[in-house]
């Protein structure tokens, strides 16, 4: 008598599957929205500084929110997806460079002013498809001010509310 081939459970082929596509999944494809947390300065890296706690990822989007003026330290190079200012007066010191893929913003909150200066190193905002956008007072007021290092963006949008 000759035996059946050996055959997997059509159920528990598709568990196999669905649990190796989860455990694939690496932490840069689950992108988190992360809020700088500190108002006074503080370095990109210190996980303290951010909420969630934690050192935001490339496909993660960051947003400042604080009102009054601090340095940010990007002190690593770092990749995010976007970067959004909505108040405050931010000093923007980059060792090496800062990539955003999608967007960087500044002036996100209407009836709100928020400043950012560019000391040195680079900010770069481009991504393979040639669209990413550097925004300067797209809903409020924004102001961004290049006193050292290099900008690099595929577009450039400076609508009314911007100021230079």
Known sequence: MKKPPFTVPKRLFTLVFVFLLFAGMSRATIAT???????????????????????????????????????????????????????GTV?????????LTDAWQVGETAGSTSRVAVVDGSLIVTNEAGDGVLSVGRIGTGELELRGGRVVADTLLATGGSRS
């Open 91 to 99: 000093i923007q010191s980059i060792a090496g460079a800062w990539r």
């Open 33 to 87: 929205e992360y809020y700088w947390t500190n108002s006074l300065s503080g370095l990109f890296s210190d996980p303290t500084n951010w909420s969630p706690n934690g050192i935001p990822a490339d496909s993660d989007s960051l947003t400042f929110t604080n009102a009054g003026a601090y340095l940010l330290t990007i002190d690593t190079n770092a990749t995010n997806s976007t970067a959004s200012f909505h108040e």
